[in-house]
């Protein structure tokens, strides 16, 4: 793999990661069209270091509020700061579940015919997105939303089903305040990229030389810039009630991946 396509991949990794089109299925597409030639150790660290990126873009974004959720865990000081740590904390539970107790049949879903079911996905996500610019939101997150809200993201793993959507359009379902919503929903992102790529380095599963170290900082970057972009943008979309309009996208790649499936 070349620097173009680890900044393409960067690219498409910094946008579908907070935009409501699925960051999983759009990559399986890309992945498809434009497979790895090798030069990489492993898809694997291109896809941690990508979403490394976003994380990275999360924290500068959001980088009071995390200061702020730190010292309130640091002091133990039990106010608004504290909860919403809480509430991430409680969030994680459902994806960790399933994560955990499903991996093997969520991997042999996908082995014999990703693509279809990325675009049946997409279609799934659309009708979620499509409704919520009629909601009315002025709630805030309760320990019982905040657990509805991981279910999303739980469900989110599937390739195809977008994480932002998904828990983003969940939590205003459940009448959470739009502005709220979307920090929520990148907050409870952290500790599941930051988890994984521990885990992944613990595992020797990230694999860094001489020989991929450009390509791979520049994916990193890549992301990172990107998202920040992109998180700054959605969060506009939210406040403004626009995600009807990803419905429309995700409704027509998803079909057209569905056609390119079965034809």
Request: with cysteine; proline share 3%.
């Amino acid at each position: 793999m070349d620097i173009l396509k680890a900044v393409i991949l960067g690219i498409v990794q910094g946008l579908t990661e907070f935009l409501p089109v699925s960051s999983s299925g759009h990559l399986e597409i890309l992945n498809h069209f434009m497979p790895s030639d090798g030069a990489l150790d492993s898809d694997l660290t291109m896809v941690v270091i990508t979403h490394l990126g976003t994380a990275l873009s999360i924290v500068y974004v959001f980088r009071k509020d995390i200061i702020n959720i730190l010292k309130s865990l640091v002091t133990f000081n039990r106010n608004e700061d504290f909860e919403i740590s809480m509430k991430i904390l409680l969030s994680m539970i459902p994806a960790l579940f399933i994560g955990l107790a499903f991996e093997e049949q969520i991997e042999a879903l996908f082995a014999s015919n990703t693509l279809i079911y990325v675009g049946i996905f997409l279609c799934v996500t659309a009708l979620v997105l499509w409704f919520t610019p009629k909601i009315k939101t002025e709630g805030v997150i309760t320990f019982p939303k905040a657990f509805g809200i991981g279910i999303a993201q739980a469900i989110a793993i599937l390739p195809g089903i977008s994480r932002s959507g998904m828990t983003i359009a969940t939590a205003l379902y459940l009448g959470i305040d739009r502005v709220k919503a979307a920090r929520f929903s990148f907050l409870m992102l952290l500790p599941v990229i930051f988890g994984k790529v521990i885990l992944d380095v613990a595992g020797g599963e990230l694999v860094v030389n001489s020989g991929n170290a450009i390509i791979l900082f520049a994916a990193l970057m890549s992301s990172f810039i990107v998202g920040i972009v992109a998180c700054k943008w959605m969060l506009k979309i939210v406040q403004n009630a626009k995600l009807s309009y990803f419905a429309i996208y995700c409704f027509i790649v998803g079909a057209l991946v569905i056609s390119t499936s079965l034809f």
